[in-house]
């Protein structure tokens, strides 16, 4: 094993150096009067700066990444020199030294350590070529910072001047005795524009605050003078205030246009034209927030904006302002639809230990359904997979099948019997009736009805906070083990297994999940995220039995409707710290943990519908999903017929522990016109049963023995980013496995012996087979 290991940790680090060497050896394409830039540096700065500055390098004398230039030679070199014409569109092109560019950047630098308050900085650009290899030191002389000693503020306008002095000024940065930066006054422009743009001023513009440094006489202190103007033609500001509305829907193609004739409204007031006459306007007007008789407001022309698009049924929005007089404004919404309705197929291959299969599935949508840009979604999804090693046709080799159907219909706004204030400031809140059903049957051993309707309301509490509650949840399920199958489960003791997945039970119950921070996961920041959710099921039926009498089966089971109500409460939680390294490089820690209690009339293992599995490609990535745990449980006590027929469905858990941590960054900045970037990951985590059973042997929660039944899991993805999704291949590689003993459970001692190991384990574990390395392709992240 040890030669092994050694003999690809060699050929690893040959391949590395190989890479390396080629891309240095780049200069040697080069003319003679050229030079490759391989090292760039500023000297000088102290590191807090250092990054900042070196923002004000060119890109084009920046060394080349190794990988980058490599890939870029082995398609663009010809007989000794890069080609001409016929470039290949891959990799990155040699960095070549350019004087002009050099100098160029000196200056930028320059420029902006004033901007920092070092107004005497120097920055003088030295060139070290050798072996047409360019080396550029960019070498700054600083001086000392200057401080700001006296701030001057003259506000021509009186009315803004009390507003600045009350909302800007109050919370300024800047300040007496602190090292000059201009960032600061940009910040304090910027929240005096804002302010005045949202307190009624339509004309303000940034220009009419000016600022002025004055450091002639005085040791390294700065004397500021700010000052705010009035427009040319006026002594003052103007305050405007809205006063008419039109509303008009132009339809999308000129020739389906429809005779529409204005009409006002007199709940809104709004002037009302609907080209494609299949409109309502009060459903869309509660998100036109720019009113009659309001002060003139940019953020509610921001929320207008943002909620008309959010509700899915508009291509184009746009909205205008006419001057009525010198302090009245006229404000036009023109909406164009995108079309009501879209069709979208979608399929997939599966393929994983031996079994293959396809999922396929179309959805219809309606975006506009009622008038007020409702939107129906009906969805059908058909997933079968199929045994190899079954024997017989191809219709005997079908493992199971799936067929799922769906309807909901959302409307973009809260929905309810009494009058709710309005809630969309933050987001579009939306109420969402679903309905769907599910039909499962695994070859010989179970089969599945599964129908689900619930009643949504989702909003938002701020920009970061959202609510999610589903007051209504009503579900039904008949499940039934196969006769022969049941018989055989029986007869090997697991009648609790039996009792949990062969019967059928009726759910009255609702959940709430509130989320933290979800629109900064696509942002390069560090932050926070967090979401919590709940679901509980059965106590108003378990109230309503104590005061009305229920009937009981043999079980002692209470019944509704003939069927026994189910009885559980379920918790989970998701936090994540997504921390920025600069560039592209992201480091990411995950922690994801439940619990689901099963309990009263529900009081056996829980079913599995609610049940937590682990593995997959959202989870620990080594192992496919629903095979990993619970706790030791080793699928090797089983009889074979029981191993075979009962895959991805005995490995479930009442409790689920998982933790993830990933180092993201970027490979490729054009791979085939898109970006490829790479992650390395460490996955931990397992599921476990509440309470003991017979079944899922050494598979019960025990906090003594926990930690010992984690498993780990490491890899590297690749995740092609196209801008509108990615694209994602990862591949896991199992490094401790809890389903064995001991010091057995670091399997990665195996991975380069494995043959041996792998057969035992088949000869014990029939026909389940063992896999170091399990691959996840899929689109978007995995957290």
Known sequence: ??????SILYYASITFLLLFFASCRSAKYLDDNQALVTDVDVKGVNPALKESVSLYIDNEIRPNSPLYLTIYNVFNTRKGRYKKENIKNVGEAPRILDSALVELSGNQIERFLQTKGYFNAKVTPQIEIKKKRAKVDFLTDLGDPYLIDTIQRNVEDPRVDSLYQKEIVSKSLIKKGKAYDAVDLYAERENLYFYMRNAGYYDYLRQYMRVGVDTIGLNR???LHIQVTNPEDSSAHQVYYIDSVYFNIEAADPSLRKVSTPYLDSITKIVYTDETKKFRLRPLARYAYLRSGQKFSAKNEE???????????????????EKKDSARLDVFYNLIPRAAMSNQMEGEFTFSSGMSGFNIGNTFSHRNIFGGSETIEVKMRYGVLFDSRLKG????????????????ISFPRILSPFRVRSVGKYGLP??????????????QTYANRYLINSLNYLWFESTNKMHSFTPIVVEYRDGRLDENFKQSLIDGGYTLYVESNDRRYFGLGSQYAFTYNAPKLTSKESFHYFRGAGDISGNLLGLVSQVIPFDSNDKNEKLLFGVPYLQYIKGEV????????GGNRQLVFRFNSGVAVPYGNNSSLLIFEKSFFSGGMNGIRAWQARTLGPGGYNRASKPEDIRLNLRNLDQLGEVKIESNVEYRFRMLNN???????????????????????????????????????????????????????????????KVKDPQFSGTDQWVIKHLFNSKEFRNNYYNNNRPDRYSFIQYNFGVGMPF
């Open 393 to 408: 046709s191809l219709a005997d080799k079908i493992f199971n099948n799936d067929f799922q159907v769906g309807v909901n």
């Open 1 to 6: 094993m040890n030669v092994k290991k050694s």
């Open 303 to 321: 929320l207008s904006y943002d909620r008309l698009y959010e509700m899915n049924g508009f291509r184009s929005v746009k909205i205008n302002y």
């Open 430 to 443: 939306r109420t969402t009736f679903s309905s769907s059903l599910q039909l499962f049957f695994q070859d």
């Open 671 to 733: 791979f085939f016109g898109a970006k490829l970037n790479g992650a390395t990951f460490l996955d931990a985590g397992n599921i476990w049963r509440l309470r003991k059973n017979d079944f899922n042997i050494d598979g019960e929660f025990r906090g003594n023995q926990f930690l010992s039944q984690i498993a780990l899991g490491t890899g590297f993805g690749l995740r092609v980013d196209m801008n509108y999704f990615t694209v994602r291949l990862d591949a896991g590689l």
């Open 221 to 223: 202190r700065a004397n």
């Open 574 to 581: 998701d936090y994540r710290f997504y921390k920025f390294l």
